[in-house]
């Protein structure tokens, strides 16, 4: 391999023009988990979390987490009464929508990521790694084409004559899959690094925890054989989520065994948010060909079903 | 003028933001590394700003080790006529599916975090926000014990013929031990209270 070829790769991953179809689906499933957070996991607790009268008080919080050091927390804008909290939640609830249909689309996130910061600054005891990964692939999404497709913007650009936005260089959508492989990586490593992952007992312990229960599948958690076979899933499955997911002939393989991994602890396992943050990110992975081509058959499908449905009436 | 076309231009804008990606994933990955001096000098330069901008992370999900205890929290609140009350935090095994999603931020904080000594500077508050919402003027609470109650995961015993303890059968916790204990003031039940 010459410099020069190792130059011209670097620059088709990052800059090479793609159609923004898989970020553009990346936002509005990006924004259904900000919903669910915003109204279903916070709700009407959100004051009790961040309000002025909340569990841990801001100055406990700036002292012994912040050290007295800066950080970037929309919330000390506010006034401090529940009336001025309830009504920020009422925004980001009305931004979370925006994002997910796509107007204003590169703001709604970029919103949506600065309240996420701020909230996770502001008590960071009540997020999982779903919520930690959100935050950290919100920049990238916000400054990716997210709003080419499949959004109000998009409409709006139609409806008045402009034309549509061809393919742009992809650098944000590839950001957002460096960072999940990042995710696959470290993980991996601090698995590998302790006991029970080598010796197959991590399964074990895991569908043990009483917190966790999710729905229950005693054919898989009570066979010593399928658990430890799991447990070597787990592993390899990771391991190719940073290695061979970038090669074109494995990905998708990659892709199905990494949907397969989540699905299944998102069933045995009770961690709303964080095994669909993971989920959801992998489309950034799929051929913008190939999912025009699925989302055109399901177009054509719903469509025929739609006409069927008229024609029985 | 003469800078905007030449930021403009597409081998500028490209070699610039390669220099971004490559110094924001160098920082990202040292940041994810194995604690060590280099770990520390690596990172200090962008320590700051990585805070600043929540761009820190860590990734240790389900390792090295997956817990071997169950637990749950409870607090104990005891008024002035010596009458006690339990607070239980919500525990998810005996919750309906619905509200096992919906109060995940409550598992989280309460399993993960409270009982901790990483939250311990963060106890007084727990206190005084449980005595605000438990507050009878007439009875006020006196003290609060934040309690946590655990058990062993029986472990997975390759030798033996019947290795696995099945779900069903966990124990229960049924072992106890007093993490914090807290006397109130008068000024604790005020709105805001700090």
């Not at chain 1, 074990?204 to 599948?217: E, G, I, Q, S, W």
């Not at chain 2, 205890?69 to 006529?81: G, M, R, S, Y």
């Amino acid at each position: 391999m010459t410099f020069a070829a190792l130059i011209a790769v670097w620059r088709k991953f990052w800059f090479e023009p793609q159609d923004a179809s898989p970020v553009a689906l990346y936002r509005i499933l990006y924004g259904i988990l900000i919903l669910q957070i915003a109204v279903v996991h916070l709700g009407e607790n959100f004051s009790q979390w961040y309000g002025p009268n909340a569990v841990m008080t801001l100055s406990a919080v700036i002292k012994h987490f912040w050290l007295n050091e800066p950080r970037f927390d929309m919330l000390l804008l506010l006034p401090q009464t529940e009336g001025a909290f309830a009504a920020f939640h009422l925004v980001f609830v009305m931004v979370a929508v925006a994002l997910t249909v796509g107007f204003c689309s590169r703001y709604s996130v970029l919103f949506v990521w600065l309240t996420l910061l701020s909230m996770h600054h502001h008590d960071p005891f009540n997020i999982n790694g779903g919520d930690a990964f959100l935050r950290a692939v919100g920049p990238w999404l916000a400054l990716s084409h997210c709003g080419d497709k499949f959004s109000v913007d998009s409409l709006i650009r139609r409806k008045k004559g402009l034309p549509e936005p061809g393919p742009s260089a992809p650098w944000a959508q590839r950001m957002i899959q460096v960072q999940l492989a990042i995710v696959y990586w470290q993980t991996f490593c601090c698995k590998i690094g302790g006991t029970q992952w080598l010796d197959g007992s991590a399964i074990y312990y895991a569908t043990r925890l009483d917190d966790m229960f999710r729905f229950p599948a005693p054919i898989i958690s009570n066979n010593i054989y399928l658990l430890k076979a799991l447990n070597w899933f787990t592993l390899v499955i990771e391991f190719a989520g940073w290695t061979v997911i970038w090669f074109k002939e494995s990905c998708y393989y990659v892709l199905i065994g990494l949907f397969c991994l989540h699905l299944g602890i998102d069933y045995m396992i009770n961690l709303p948010v964080f095994e669909w943050a993971f989920i959801f990110t992998l489309v950034t992975f799929i051929r913008p060909e190939d999912l025009n081509y699925v989302l055109h058959r399901v177009k054509k499908l719903s469509l025929k079903s739609v006409r069927n449905a008229g024609a029985i009436t | 003028m003469a800078l905007t076309n030449f930021i403009r231009k597409p081998q500028v804008k490209e070699g610039g933001l390669s220099l971004i990606f490559v110094v924001f994933l160098f920082f990202t990955i040292s940041w994810l590394a194995p604690e060590s001096t280099l770990r520390t000098n690596t990172i200090e330069p962008v320590k700051q700003f990585y805070l600043f901008w929540g761009l820190d992370q860590n990734w240790k999900l389900f390792s090295p080790e997956i817990r071997k205890i169950n637990f749950h929290t409870e607090a104990i609140l005891t008024f002035a006529d010596g009458n006690r009350l339990i607070v239980e935090m919500p525990r998810m095994n005996r919750l309906n599916y619905w509200d096992r999603f919906r109060l995940e931020k409550f598992r989280k904080w309460s399993v993960d975090s409270l009982p901790w000594p990483d939250y311990k500077e963060f106890w007084p508050d727990f206190a005084r926000y449980i005595g605000r919402k438990y507050n009878n003027n007439n009875n006020q609470p006196q003290s609060l014990s934040l309690n946590l109650y655990y058990i062993e995961i029986p472990t997975l015993d390759l030798n033996h013929p019947h290795p696995l303890v099945p779900v069903t059968e966990m124990p229960p916790h049924t072992k106890i031990n007093t993490v914090f204990f807290y006397r109130y003031q008068p000024a604790d039940f005020k709105s805001g209270a700090l």
